[in-house]
């Protein structure tokens, strides 16, 4: 289960360099955007679910848009494109029902606590006919950091991503650094740290931390760097 009192503080730690560094987010947004915004009208109203720093309402200026999220610096950030921020939860979204044409929501649902509440909620909020469209990580997202660290202890220090089968789409990236600390120095920007309620509240060790990059290299390494998996789920449905 996530914290989400991490979640917010994460995201808004990361809201000032997010955009420099979330290239990855930024190109899953435009697909996103690609599959999902053509299904609408002109001047439709739409939610941008986890809005981050107001990427979404940037590229779909033909529509009004309000934006919503739970870390506070990120909806500050995103309030500079002048369209209406709201900071709040997906657990409940405050808009009535049936008050939306559209609802997008990028890389969100991997750190809500129920992730299936959340897609509730945003299909209560759509209109009929409405269109959702979702993307979030998939279970082989970090899967070369999950199993180095469990080389390490029996806590848990990457989480367990959505499964893949409850949407209709996939795609994979790889990533590749030159180092283990380059990985978590990029995570950590991005505000993709380790939000599960059961992680390691200690620091690990330098030892325990040179077994898990000793691990991550030998299992690993390719001649490009170290690999980084990012398993890219995506939905896009209209609301019967």
């Keep these: ?19 420099a560094h979330a290239v990855l987010q930024q190109r899953v947004l435009a697909e996103l955007i690609h599959k999902g915004l053509p299904l609408l009208q002109p001047h439709a109203q739409l939610l941008d679910m986890g809005c981050g720093t107001g ?5 779909a200026q033909d529509h009004a848009v309000i934006q919503l999220d739970i870390a506070y610096a990120m909806c ?19 808009f009535a029902d049936a008050t939306f044409d559209g609802v997008f929501s ?5 750190w809500v606590p129920d992730w299936r509440q959340a897609m509730q909620e945003m299909r209560r909020v ?20 999950k199993e180095s660290f469990a080389s390490a202890d029996r806590y848990s220090h990457v ?3 959505i499964p893949r089968a409850e949407f209709e789409q996939s795609e994979t990236v790889m990533e590749y650094y030159p180092d283990m600390l380059a990985v978590m120095r990029q995570l950590k920007a991005i505000g993709a740290r ?36 990012w398993e890219i789920l995506y939905s896009v449905s209209r609301k019967l």
């Excluded at 914290?3 to 955009?19: E, L, M, Q, T």
């Design 106 to 110: 990028s890389l969100v649902l991997q």
């Design 159 to 161: 989480s367990s991503f």
């Design 194 to 229: 380790n939000k599960l309620m059961g992680r390691r509240k200690s620091l690990m060790t330098p030892g325990q931390m040179r077994r898990v990059e000793r691990r991550y290299v030998e299992r690993f390494a390719k001649p490009e760097g170290l690999p980084v998996t």
């Design 1 to 19: 289960m996530f914290d989400p009192r991490h979640v917010s503080k994460d995201f808004s730690d990361a809201a000032a360099r997010y955009d």
């Design 76 to 94: 500050v950030k995103a309030a500079e494109n002048k369209m209406p921020t709201v900071n709040g939860t997906v657990a409940v979204l405050p």
């Design 55 to 59: 990427q979404f309402a940037c590229q």
């Design 126 to 145: 759509l209109k009929p006919g409405g269109v959702l469209a979702v993307s979030t990580f998939g279970p082989n997202t970090l899967k070369e950091l």
